[in-house]
């Protein structure tokens, strides 16, 4: 089942916990698999060829502990570990791989609609000591709409780990090329990225701003984008062709923007670290506005 948020300018579907997408990798709570602006779509999915097993990335499907899984290596294999959003999954191999796909013991899931608003909860069961209540409203404004979190720790362990939004990008599902302008708040500097791989160098890195000379037939990835540095969790995509911009801004600062992509999306990825003690409650937003550009 699907829930659809909808205004003049907005249309947002999103996905219920149990419905389509059932992976291991991103979170089931209020999973947005789509938004239009007045008609026009402004996100895509991670494969061009479509995706009838419901296993990929679509829309603003978000995940936590891609690089940090909880508790993974305090356990035995065959053993569970906690994967907010999801429940626990069974330990396989030494080393956690995002795109594995795990034994699932899903969590509890409520789900609550009011006027412009999705609500859902994550209840998960205890685990090796984790246990948390995580929240997702997702409320529908006139051009804009926001992803509120909070995660409490109803556990006895400290939860650490992170959480990005994949961003799967594409205005008028026009391909990536020259119509397209992907900026940051802050300066890009190539030579302190973590990771670069633009094998086409079809890819444009200027001071404050991606661009493509053309469309690239390969994947492309650029890993931390602020060289470590703090700064305001925010990008913005313009596609020159259709005027149409969307920015998402966080409501935390960040040390490590990710960008991935391929010819047929593009991914800006902000990243949250969290750390919540037992008995307590962190909280943060993803604000994305859409409009028309001159």
């Given at each position: 089942?699907?829930h659809?948020?909808?205004?003049n300018?907005?249309?947002?579907?999103?996905?219920f916990?149990?419905?389509?997408?059932?992976?291991?990798?991103f979170?089931?709570?209020g999973?947005?698999?789509?938004?239009?602006?007045?008609?026009i779509?402004?996100?895509?999915?991670?494969?061009?060829?479509?995706?009838?097993?419901?296993?990929?990335?679509k829309?603003?499907?978000?995940?936590?502990?891609?690089?940090?899984?909880?508790?993974?290596?305090?356990?035995?294999?065959?053993?569970?570990?906690?994967?907010?959003?999801?429940?626990?999954?069974?330990?396989?191999?030494?080393?956690?791989?995002?795109?594995?796909?795990?034994?699932?013991?899903?969590?509890?899931?409520?789900v609550?609609?009011e006027?412009?608003?999705?609500?859902?909860?994550?209840?998960?069961?205890?685990?090796?000591?984790y246990?948390?209540?995580?929240?997702?409203?997702?409320?529908?404004?006139?051009?804009?709409?926001?992803?509120?979190?909070?995660?409490?720790?109803?556990?006895?362990?400290?939860?650490?780990?992170?959480?990005?939004?994949?961003?799967?990008?594409?205005?008028?599902?026009?391909?990536?090329?020259?119509?397209?302008?992907?900026?940051?708040?802050?300066?890009l500097?190539?030579e302190?990225?973590d990771?670069?791989?633009?094998?086409?160098?079809?890819?444009?890195?200027?001071?404050?701003?991606?661009?493509?000379?053309?469309?690239?037939?390969?994947?492309?990835?650029?890993?931390?984008?602020?060289?470590?540095?703090?700064?305001?969790?925010?990008?913005?995509?313009?596609?020159?062709?259709s005027?149409?911009?969307?920015?998402?801004?966080?409501?935390?600062k960040?040390?490590?923007?990710?960008?991935w992509?391929?010819?047929?999306?593009?991914?800006?990825?902000?990243f949250?670290d969290?750390?919540?003690?037992?008995?307590?409650?962190i909280?943060?937003s993803?604000?994305?506005?859409?409009?028309e550009?001159?």
């Amino acid at each position: 089942m699907e829930h659809i948020l909808k205004n003049n300018n907005l249309e947002i579907c999103i996905d219920f916990p149990l419905k389509n997408y059932q992976f291991s990798r991103f979170d089931w709570t209020g999973k947005i698999a789509a938004v239009k602006f007045k008609g026009i779509p402004v996100s895509t999915q991670e494969k061009i060829s479509g995706d009838k097993e419901n296993i990929y990335g679509k829309g603003f499907y978000n995940e936590f502990g891609i690089e940090m899984p909880i508790g993974f290596d305090d356990i035995k294999e065959g053993e569970y570990f906690p994967k907010i959003g999801i429940g626990s999954l069974k330990k396989e191999g030494k080393n956690y791989a995002f795109s594995k796909n795990y034994e699932i013991l899903p969590a509890n899931f409520k789900v609550t609609t009011e006027k412009n608003k999705l609500i859902v909860e994550c209840e998960s069961k205890s685990m090796n000591g984790y246990s948390y209540v995580l929240r997702k409203e997702t409320e529908l404004l006139e051009s804009s709409f926001i992803i509120r979190y909070s995660l409490r720790n109803t556990g006895v362990k400290t939860i650490t780990t992170n959480e990005y939004c994949h961003n799967f990008l594409a205005i008028n599902k026009e391909l990536m090329g020259s119509d397209y302008i992907l900026k940051f708040p802050f300066d890009l500097n190539a030579e302190l990225f973590d990771a670069a791989l633009n094998p086409e160098g079809k890819v444009l890195v200027e001071k404050e701003k991606i661009t493509f000379n053309s469309t690239p037939e390969e994947q492309f990835f650029y890993g931390n984008l602020t060289g470590n540095k703090m700064v305001d969790a925010s990008w913005e995509l313009i596609n020159t062709k259709s005027k149409i911009g969307i920015r998402e801004t966080g409501s935390f600062k960040t040390n490590k923007v990710n960008l991935w992509g391929w010819k047929h999306v593009i991914s800006p990825e902000l990243f949250f670290d969290l750390s919540v003690e037992p008995g307590k409650t962190i909280e943060w937003s993803r604000a994305y506005a859409v409009y028309e550009v001159e």
